[in-house]
């Protein structure tokens, strides 16, 4: 079983920028999908960005035009740029990818992104 490993979180002021890595034991073209979470103090874990084996991508209208999502399949590795962070965006950031074949969701441990105003 592939399985994920995030990292890059930290402390930045509002207006900066972070780049979350998620790096694959495996090949990333054996998910279906792979995306970003993130989990706030007290809130339910919601959709950031989700991008299918072809390329599609789907964004949170709250991170559209701040963020962007990328990978490098020789690093089997999937990134998460995101730039005019905001306070709201602090939260844990969460790897996910899914295989529709055997309907197997696969998270990482997370990482913390704390956004100072």
């Known amino acids: 079983q592939v399985q994920l490993v995030e990292s890059g979180g930290g402390l930045v002021q509002a207006g900066g920028s972070l780049r979350l890595s998620c790096a694959a034991s495996?090949?990333?073209?054996?998910?279906?999908?792979m995306g970003w979470y993130r989990q706030a103090p007290g809130k339910q874990r919601e959709l950031v960005v989700v991008?299918?084996?072809?390329?599609?991508?789907n964004y949170a209208d709250s991170v559209k035009g701040r963020f962007t999502i990328s990978r490098d399949s020789a690093k089997n590795t999937v990134y998460l740029q995101m730039n005019g962070l905001k306070p709201e965006d602090t939260a844990v950031y969460y790897c996910?990818?899914?295989?529709?074949?055997?309907?197997?969701?696969?998270w990482g441990q997370g990482t913390q992104v704390t956004v100072s105003s």
């Open positions: 495996g090949s990333i073209f054996s998910f279906n999908t």
């Open positions: 996910h990818g899914f295989q529709s074949l055997r309907e197997r969701h696969t």
């Open positions: 991008i299918t084996k072809v390329g599609n991508t």
